[in-house]
Nanobody
């Protein structure tokens, strides 16, 4: 599986961005997908994840109510809709896939990582 993220960029606080992650290779619709982020000088942190069918998803507390994760298995793509962005959301965002149908918040349980896309939120 290869993952390619897109949609990052610079935005002012309060704005929105939608990240996309296109997957190629193995049976995308069989796997859980997720997003992590890493800000300068900080550890990588879980942002959200969605199970194979899209019925079950989870987002981290810092982004709850502002970020939504979704997927389109027909397009082999997972999305992260980010609204009401804050400067503290500034980070490199990584798309991940887990060769399992279930989601997890642990970065160590994801098998493939994308190259990352930069999101910068200015105040």
């Amino acid at each position: 599986v290869q993952l390619v993220e897109s949609g990052g960029g610079s935005v002012q606080a309060g704005g929105s961005l939608r990240l996309s992650c296109a997957a190629s290779g193995r049976a995308f619709s069989s796997y859980a997908m997720g997003w992590f982020r890493q800000a300068p000088g900080k550890e990588r942190e879980f942002v959200g994840a969605i199970n194979w069918s899209g019925i079950s998803s989870e987002v981290a507390d810092p982004v709850k109510g502002r970020f939504t994760i979704s997927r389109d298995n027909a397009k082999n793509t997972v999305y992260l809709q980010m609204n009401s962005l804050k400067p503290e959301d500034t980070a490199v965002y990584y798309c991940v896939v887990r060769f399992d149908v279930r989601i997890t918040t642990s970065e160590y349980e994801y098998d493939v990582w994308g190259q990352g896309t930069q999101v910068t939120v200015s105040s």
